[in-house]
């Protein structure tokens, strides 16, 4: 049950302060708790005093656990500590007759850290081109998982991008995955690139949560115009040699117009239309 047996009053009445205990490896961590362990030297102890720190030399102690006296016993639980952060401790056993043994060895441990996993290949999804709000490309994936949270993973996508955890549907630009005891478990992400300017676009998809590394997916694409429409109208001032063509760009597409020219042919409906001026 943990608990160390005492000598009878008269054995301790000849004897020395009890024995310096082993500090054991911790045990039971997490994020903001551990166990630790020690290992009576001898039956002296009528209960055993912990330090647990931040430094190894014991000058910036953990709330409480200065001198703490947790009774006749060979572990102890520490609790409200940091994600992330190496803590020490060691331990005394006490006698309340013949007053405490020396320190024990000191034992370091390091709480655990939110952690969130991407999985896939390739690490960069590439979408290629597409024409400017003209809907979205066929969905690339990777994978999610958690362990250790202290919150829900928020993956939000960049703009021109969407993401889901369905493939087909429920896209959009930001989406939750709300952890269980700490941990998520391996999620699919659906990404589509569904540009709304013509532009490159070279981004990252956030995978984030309170006290973990933000895992970042890179995203890329190119988003196109549309071809740009002309009007024209019936040619004029006719002759043997020439004629005069009319003609109006009515929209460039949301691209710049590089070039400007009329082709022409020798009859009507010419389907080679290889002139060009």
Do not use: C
């Amino acid at each position: 049950d943990g608990t160390v047996p005492t000598a009878s009053a008269a054995t301790q009445s000849a004897l020395q302060p009890p024995g310096a205990p082993t500090a054991d490896a911790a045990s039971s961590i997490t994020t903001t708790s551990f166990t630790a362990n020690w290992t009576a030297a001898d039956v002296l102890a009528t209960n055993f005093t912990v330090d647990v720190a931040t430094d190894s030399g014991f000058t910036s102690f953990v709330s409480g656990w200065s001198s703490n006296n947790v009774g006749n016993v060979t572990s102890a639980s520490v609790t409200g500590l940091t994600a992330g952060t190496t803590y020490y401790y060691r331990v005394r056993a006490n006698n309340s007759a013949y007053g405490d043994s020396a320190n024990s060895s000191t034992k370091s441990v390091l709480t655990k850290s939110p952690t969130i996993t991407v999985t896939g290949s390739p690490v960069t999804l590439a979408f290629g081109s597409l024409t400017y709000n003209s809907g979205a490309t066929g969905e690339q994936t990777y994978s999610i998982s958690g362990s250790y949270l202290l919150a829900d993973i928020s993956v939000s996508a960049p703009s021109g991008f969407e993401i889901s955890t369905t493939s087909g549907s429920g896209f959009g630009s930001s989406l939750t995955l709300t952890q269980s005891g700490g941990t998520v478990a391996s999620t699919t992400i659906y990404v589509r690139f569904a540009p709304t300017l013509v532009q490159s676009y070279s981004a990252n998809v956030a995978n984030t949560s309170s006290g973990a590394t933000t895992v970042n997916v890179a995203v890329t694409g190119t988003g196109m115009p549309n071809l740009p429409t002309v009007t024209t109208a019936s040619p004029t001032d006719l002759t043997n040699s020439s004629l005069t063509v009319h003609g109006s760009i009515t929209s460039d597409g949301g691209g710049a117009i590089l070039d400007r020219g009329v082709y022409y042919g020798y009859y009507n409906n010419d389907a080679s239309l290889s002139n060009k001026s």
